[in-house]
Structure formats: structure tokens, C-alpha cells
T-cell receptor
Framework: DTAVSQTPKYLVTQMGNDKSIKCEQNLGHDTMYWYKQDSKKFLKIMFSYNNKELIINETVPNRFSPKSPDKAHLNLHINSLELGDSAVYFC??????????FGPGTRLTVL | GQQVMQIPQYQHVQEGEDFTTYCNSSTTLSNIQWYKQRPGGHPVFLIQLVKSGEVKKQKRLTFQFGEAKKNSSLHITATQTTDVGTYFCAGQGEYGNKLVFGAGTILRVKS
């Protein structure tokens, strides 16, 4: 049983397109996160939801919009993709302020 | 804002040698967590330190949290090829919700 799953695993798209990444956790956690990992492996928090409420919203272009339909799901929609959006996006979940469990990542390549 | 610095950026050791990575926060932390990311993989939680001066061991890995709760270290004794990967520290501020990751230390082990 996969604890934190993300789809798709790979995403290759053209500049200007809109795309979504989905995340689901079956751990019963109350908090979910989106991280961006760039080519230098730096992990940066983008968003966090606790019980479906947005609690962390870092300085991220408003082309990025998270949506949490319920505590087990957190999706990320990206409008008007740019070259600089190319990265690996990780979803994670936890009980509030505890250890985080990461999904396998989505490698986004914008051409 | 809170910053977490981690050194060294990169370390290449001979199998059997020891390895240490250091982490420093610009602010006092409520806890610090350590994660390992294998090449091509996702970050995996190793440990959380909460108490001032705390020392925890996991087999060949020793984790320390400084007395001032602003610095931490991870020491691996007698490295093995399975230790290869990037080690991240991540600090949680006293009043904040988010985990701020260090830049990571990439460990390569020569056999």
C-alpha cells in the first residue's frame, strides 16, 4: 500500500500550457504539503494545508494554485507554465508539526 | 525569515571512513528533523530531535541537537555504499508551522 502517491510521475509539456499534479495520502494525516526541488536539490516549501485549510503560502507565483478537496488529497494546478517551473514537485503529509512522509515526486519538464 | 544553513555541500569518502554534516539555524528551533534522499528517490524521514543537547543513535548514525537548539549534526561511522544519498536537516521554528530545509549534503562513497 502506497502511503503518499502522486500522479503523474513525469510531466513533459510546452511553455504556456496548464497542468495539474494530484496527491493522495492514506495515512490519516491532517496536514499536506507541496515542495519544489530544483536542479540543485534545494527543497522549498510552497504550500501547506491543515484539515483542508491553507496554513502556509510561500512566495509562489499566483500561477500556482493548490486545492484540497478533503484531508487525504492535495492537488496542484499550474497555469501558463514557464521554463523556470521545471523541477521535481514533492507532495508530503504529516500529523501537524510531526515527521513528514513524502510522495515519489513528479518530474515536470517545460519545453 | 528563518534560515537553515547546512555544510558541507558535498562529501566524497572512502568506504569505511566517517562522515559528518552540520546544520545551523538563524533562529531557535522547536525541533530539528533529518531526512535522507537516495539518488532518484524522495526524502525519507530519519529522526526528530526536540530537546536541548539531545543525542540519538540509529546503528551507525549519531544525531545531535545543540544546547541552544540552533544547530545539529549527523555523524555516520564507517560509511557503507548504502549510505550514498543527500542528507537534509530541516528545522521547525518555535512559533512557525513550516519546516525549513537546509540545502543538503550529498554523500558519495567509494568502495
Amino acid at each position: 500500500d502506497t502511503a503518499v502517491s502522486q500522479t503523474p510521475k513525469y510531466l513533459v509539456t510546452q511553455m504556456g500550457n496548464d497542468k495539474s499534479i494530484k496527491c493522495e495520502q492514506n495515512l490519516g494525516h491532517d496536514t499536506m504539503y507541496w515542495y519544489k526541488q530544483d536542479s540543485k536539490k534545494f527543497l522549498k516549501i510552497m504550500f501547506s494545508y491543515n484539515n483542508k485549510e491553507l496554513i502556509i503560502n510561500e512566495t509562489v507565483p499566483n500561477r500556482f494554485s493548490p486545492k484540497s478537496p478533503d484531508k487525504a488529497h492535495l492537488n496542484l494546478h499550474i497555469n501558463s507554465l514557464e521554463l523556470g517551473d521545471s523541477a521535481v514537485y514533492f507532495c508530503a503529509s504529516s500529523l501537524f508539526k510531526n515527521e513528514q512522509f513524502f510522495g515519489p515526486g513528479t518530474r515536470l519538464t517545460v519545453l | 525569515g528563518q534560515q537553515v544553513m547546512q555544510i558541507p555541500q558535498y562529501q566524497h569518502v572512502q568506504e569505511g571512513e566517517d562522515f559528518t554534516t552540520y546544520c545551523n539555524s538563524s533562529t531557535t528551533l522547536s525541533n530539528i528533523q533529518w531526512y535522507k534522499q537516495r539518488p532518484g528517490g524522495h526524502p525519507v524521514f530519519l529522526i526528530q530531535l526536540v530537546k536541548s543537547g539531545e543525542v540519538k543513535k540509529q546503528k551507525r548514525l549519531t544525531f545531535q541537537f545543540g544546547e541552544a537548539k540552533k544547530n545539529s549534526s549527523l555523524h555516520i561511522t564507517a560509511t557503507q555504499t548504502t549510505d550514498v544519498g543527500t542528507y537534509f536537516c530541516a528545522g521547525q521554528g518555535e512559533y512557525g508551522n513550516k519546516l525549513v530545509f537546509g540545502a543538503g549534503t550529498i554523500l558519495r562513497v567509494k568502495s
